[in-house]
């Protein structure tokens, strides 16, 4: 996070990929057969163009809105950082699966982005922010949304079901079951931004440590 966050600030996603696509090597090299990333904010640089990544993942906005169509929501409100509520992600998600998207007025989702990096990514939870986080919450409702998307990792420790009056779609707990499914063969194995590891070669390990050979 440290080396991504001036990218952010300057807009600036190409090298936010290349992070991204280091440990996506690194995980490969480890043996894993596909990826998830929990940062939504992060599938913003990782939709960019380019190269295939080392190994697919679960693209955490998809496991979200598949979960809405599933449950039917109509219109769903969208909180997160403002990089992301002001980003095309879960837009484009939702809208593939006919849903309508909402992000909070500008002021509220300044305040959202406040409370997340002032806040919450340090370990505090506030009961003047989870009421600032309702009143969202109670808008988005108010202006036909039928369900609200809690689309950073830190914000459901915040907004609990009962605290919300709408219906929540965790996306951290959705992207980790999306995920278990996946490594039990219930669910197929990814291949969105890579292909699948079988019979691919896989990247060199690190001078000295132990090589690890697929078979499969």
């Known amino acids: 996070m440290g080396r991504s966050m001036p990218h952010w600030d300057r807009g600036e996603y190409g090298p936010i990929r290349s992070i991204l ?12 057969d596909f990826f998830v990333c929990p940062d939504n904010t992060a599938h913003m640089a990782l939709e960019l163009p380019g ?7 679960l693209h955490i906005a998809d496991v979200v809105a598949d979960r809405a169509a599933s449950e039917g929501h109509r219109r769903v409100g969208v909180l997160g950082t403002r990089y992301l509520m002001d980003g095309p992600v879960y837009g484009r998600a939702l809208a593939e699966r006919g849903i309508a998207s909402q992000v909070p007025p500008a002021a509220d989702r300044e305040r959202i982005n406040t409370i997340i990096f002032d806040e919450l990514v340090n370990g505090v939870f506030t009961e ?5 986080y309702a009143r969202v919450i109670a808008d988005l409702a108010d202006s036909g949304c039928d369900a609200v998307a809690l689309v950073c990792t830190e914000i459901p420790l915040l907004v609990t079901p009962d605290v919300s ?3 929540t779609l965790d996306s951290t707990r959705l992207l980790a079951g999306a995920a278990f499914d996946t490594a039990i063969g219930r669910r197929a194995l990814p291949s969105w931004r890579g292909g699948p590891v079988r019979g691919r070669d ?7 440590g132990a090589a690890r050979t697929r078979t499969s």
């Not at 090597?25 to 894993?32: D, H, S, V, Y």
């Open 202 to 208: 896989l990247p060199a390990q690190p001078t000295g």
């Open 21 to 32: 696509a280091e440990s996506a090597r690194r995980l490969a090299g480890a043996g894993a």
């Open 51 to 57: 190269d295939d990544l080392a190994i697919p993942g």
């Open 165 to 167: 009056s709408l219906p």
């Open 128 to 132: 003047s922010s989870r009421q600032e």
